[in-house]
């Protein structure tokens, strides 16, 4: 399992997943009440990785750790390709 640092944007016009300025970055299109802007992170998260993602802190922040349920060799190419369209 990896961790990772993320930040999130909530009351996005559109989901999306890319990195500025090397960190992880997370747009969502839900308002971050009761949770919702949490759930729909991992769900995001979810669909681009292929593997279960789950938020271990951060909970009320833009700033979350999150733990993927896969090994780095799943999530490598990923944030590789991600990174390079930064």
Excluded: H, W, Y
């Excluded at 944007?9 to 839900?30: E, H, I, M, Y």
């Excluded at 949490?38 to 999150?66: H, P, T, W, Y």
């Amino acid at each position: 399992m990896s961790f990772m640092e993320i930040r999130v944007t909530p009351n996005a016009k559109k989901d999306g997943v890319f990195f500025r300025n090397g960190v992880l970055c997370v747009k969502v299109s839900v308002p971050p009440e009761d949770g919702k802007a949490n759930k729909r992170v991992a769900e995001v998260l979810q669909k681009e990785f292929g593997c279960k993602v789950m938020i271990v802190s951060g909970q009320k922040s833009r700033d979350k750790v999150i733990e993927f349920g896969c090994g780095e060799k799943e999530i490598a190419p990923k944030l590789k390709q991600l990174k390079e369209k930064q």
